[in-house]
Structures are given as C-alpha cells and as structure tokens.
C-alpha cells in the first residue's frame, strides 16, 4: 500500500524509535480526525458554488475506523 511504502522509504533513511512506532496508531487517528473535520465544516458551511470544493467526509470516518482497530504497529508493516 502507499502507507507501506511511505513508512519503508522514511525508515531507510531513518529507523523509527520503539515509541514512535507504538504512538503511529493514533497519530494515524488523530489525522483522520483533523481531515473529516475539515472536510465535515467544509461540507456544511461552503455554499454552492464556493470557491472550497466540497468533499465528501464519510471516506475519513472509514479510515480513522481502520486505524482504530489498529492493535500493534506490526499490522502497518513495521518490525
């Protein structure tokens, strides 16, 4: 996956510490968050026809649920 990817290319340049493999989980949530918020304010607030495209919200919902089940950094592909 591209999350996969990203993590394998950063950690070739620089391993990740044992605590910040354990925090990756709600890290991962936490910008899950930030993104549906986002795009849930967007959603309600931007008239129609605004200069902000509206996105639909309900795709970061899903994936702050795949994080969240989320129960050890080995399930992202980490060691």
């Known amino acids: 996956?591209?999350?996969t990817a990203?993590?394998?290319g950063y950690q070739s340049v620089r391993p990740l510490e044992a605590?910040?493999?354990a925090a990756l989980p709600m890290l991962a949530r936490g910008s899950?968050?930030?993104f549906m918020l986002t795009?849930?304010?967007d959603w309600?607030?931007?008239p129609d026809?605004?200069?902000v495209m509206k996105r639909d919200p309900t795709e970061y919902i899903r994936r702050m649920r795949f994080h969240r089940a989320i129960k050890s950094p080995s399930e992202y592909g980490l060691t």
Request: aromatic share 4%.
């Open 19 to 21: 605590e910040e493999k």
């Open 32 to 34: 899950a968050l930030r």
């Open 49 to 51: 026809g605004g200069l």
């Open 44 to 46: 309600l607030t931007v």
């Open 1 to 3: 996956t591209k999350g």
């Open 6 to 8: 990203l993590l394998a």
């Open 39 to 41: 795009r849930l304010y």
